[in-house]
């Protein structure tokens, strides 16, 4: 028995009410389509993720058919954090 996982066509990873990210995917048993399902991840996991996945990506040029990674548009403001260290 061999088992296969891949994106669910036309479904979208998406944000939960819960603040976390779904990943939908598909799974498969056989070559045969089983069943469909979530890889639920928090925004934590989301970004190690993020971040291994550049990595893993980081020697090979971007397709032109790529789409634009975290423009500025998408990314959410984030105050400087002091620690108080005294340094400045």
């Given at each position: 028995m ?8 036309g ?6 009410d819960d603040g976390?990210?779904a990943?939908p995917?598909?799974l ?8 469909d ?7 934590v ?13 980081e020697?090979?040029p ?5 789409p634009?990674?975290r ?5 959410e403001?984030?105050a400087?954090?002091r620690t108080?260290?005294?340094?400045r």
């Open positions: 061999s088992w296969g996982i891949e994106r669910t066509p479904s979208r990873v998406h944000r939960t976390h990210v990943v995917l598909r498969s048993r056989n070559g045969e389509h089983a069943t399902a979530e890889l639920v991840l928090s925004m996991e989301t970004e190690h993720l993020h971040a291994s996945l550049c990595r893993a990506l020697d090979h971007a397709l032109p058919s790529a634009d990674c423009g500025e548009s998408m990314i403001p984030v400087p954090h108080g260290t005294g340094v």
